[in-house]
């Protein structure tokens, strides 16, 4: 079936919807808390901000220079999240 199909919201495609989990009447249908990300910040030598959160089977790392708009976020692989946030300097 297309994700086109999946994603509509028709007996036919044999999908209910799924809410919209952006609300809390979503996890509370549910008897779940919402999940909350913590962003823990990372020292770094220069004027960029850097901050890394526990995802599975490592770290989603982002980094930001506001005052140039600029940004991105990568993934680290540290399946036993043993990374201890500083970098390697060889």
């Known amino acids: 079936m297309a994700i086109s199909n999946m994603m509509r919201d028709d007996a ?3 999908f209910e919807s799924e809410g919209d989990p952006n609300t809390e009447a979503y996890w509370t249908e549910r008897g ?3 999940p909350q990300v913590v962003w823990e910040r ?3 030598s220069n004027n960029i901000e850097t901050y890394r959160t526990r995802v599975p089977g490592g770290w989603l790392v982002l980094i930001c ?3 140039r708009d600029t940004g991105g ?3 680290y692989p540290d399946p036993a ?3 201890d946030g500083t ?3 060889g």
Request: proline share 0%; no cysteine; aromatic share 20%.
């Open 81 to 83: 999240h043993r990374w």
């Open 32 to 34: 779940m808390k919402r």
């Open 42 to 44: 990372l020292t770094a």
């Open 12 to 14: 036919e495609g044999g």
């Open 65 to 67: 220079q506001e005052y």
């Open 87 to 89: 970098g390697f300097h």
């Open 73 to 75: 976020a990568l993934f």
